[in-house]
């Protein structure tokens, strides 16, 4: 990677205006150094007005959205807020690349896998679900910094996976905020601008995080046109009100039915069932439930449900609703497609399933035919494997 120029900036002249430059305020903020003198080692002015040169890193469909605002800016002549936009993402296997490497080729837009981020100038940098730490060395190459659009209130849910969370934990409220990236360490910044939506009842994360994107391109649009302003009057996070929203792992998809509620269940659903399918244990062979409906109040009234002893993870084919009803903590859940070996519907897997097992076990209680809690094997217990494997095997 070439490195850039180092630029220093000193303080405005006393009685000046915050659009007169990039006060180091915001270096102090950010918790970075400077030093004085407003040109580069050059000689070069900085830039005190747009338009901007920028550089953008993002690899998602939430950081495509942002992109998109910014090469529109950028088309725009009238406006004149960017007149240079440069890409960098991350390799993909995918060999048309990720959702912001995609629209950047197809825009003409120069794009750079990291780790290069070409050598070019830049006045600012923007992140959005990038997923790297940026070093303090690559920050300090923009006069302006590099700010990141980050989908939740900061400082909750500070991490990879806000929108997830967001789902998943039920919040009512999220939103998105515009703050200054550190380096070292995640979303603890300075906030340039934050604002808060409600969360829409029952909103999957992929619909969320439609929302959401759009709402965090039109505020740094915003951010943008008044930069130097938007830097200055930056305040840190405070320090109430913090969660962290890790990235999700396979684990996560597995419904531990004597543990988690209904509501439990349909929230995790919404979290990540486009993402990763909620998965079980049938008969000791993984199952994968595709689509989760609520239960209504005529159903739960069936006899087979109020008359029969049931535990956790107990399985009822309701005929007339053509969907496989699973107790779980405190109720029931619906279940209208699953996945074995193939996609199947609740009433091919109960053609194809149970109504075979039940055949062959007669006497078989409703609790006896059931969902089980998947365990899946920790890294921690996949390295003791390995570790035994090459033990036995040097033994032997």
Sequence with gaps: MRALVRRCWGLLPAGGSAGRGPSPQWRALAGLGGCPG????????VREKPPWRVLFFGTDQFAREALRALHAARINKEEELIE?????TVPSPS???LPVKQYAVQSQLPVYEWPDVGSGEYDVGVVASFG??????????????????????????????????????GDTVTGVTIMQIRPKRFDVGPILKQETIPVPPKSTAKELEAVLSRLGANMLISVLKNLPESLNNGRQQPPEGLT???KISAGTSCIKWEEQTSEEIFRLHRAIGDIIPLQTL???????????????SSVLADPKLTGQAVIPGSIIYHRQSQILLVCCKDGWIGVRSVMLKKTLTATDFYNGYLHPWHQKNPQALPSQCRFQTLRLPTKSSRKKKRLLLC????SS
């Excluded at 240079?84 to 960098?88: C, R």
């Excluded at 989908?151 to 929108?163: D, E, H, M, Q, V």
């Excluded at 033990?391 to 040097?394: C, K, Y």
């Design 38 to 45: 407003g040109e580069d080692s050059r000689g070069a002015r």
């Design 282 to 296: 049938w008969m000791d062979t993984t199952i994968k439930l595709l689509d989760l409906v609520e239960v209504n």
């Design 95 to 97: 060999p048309k690349g």
């Design 84 to 88: 240079k936009l440069e890409v960098v």
């Design 391 to 394: 033990n036995s095997a040097l």
């Design 244 to 246: 962290y929203a890790p």
């Design 132 to 169: 790297r730490l940026l070093s303090e060395a690559l920050i300090l190459k923009f006069p302006y910094g590099i700010l990141n659009v980050h989908p939740s209130c900061l400082p909750r849910w500070r991490g990879p996976a806000p929108i997830i969370h967001t789902v998943l934990h």
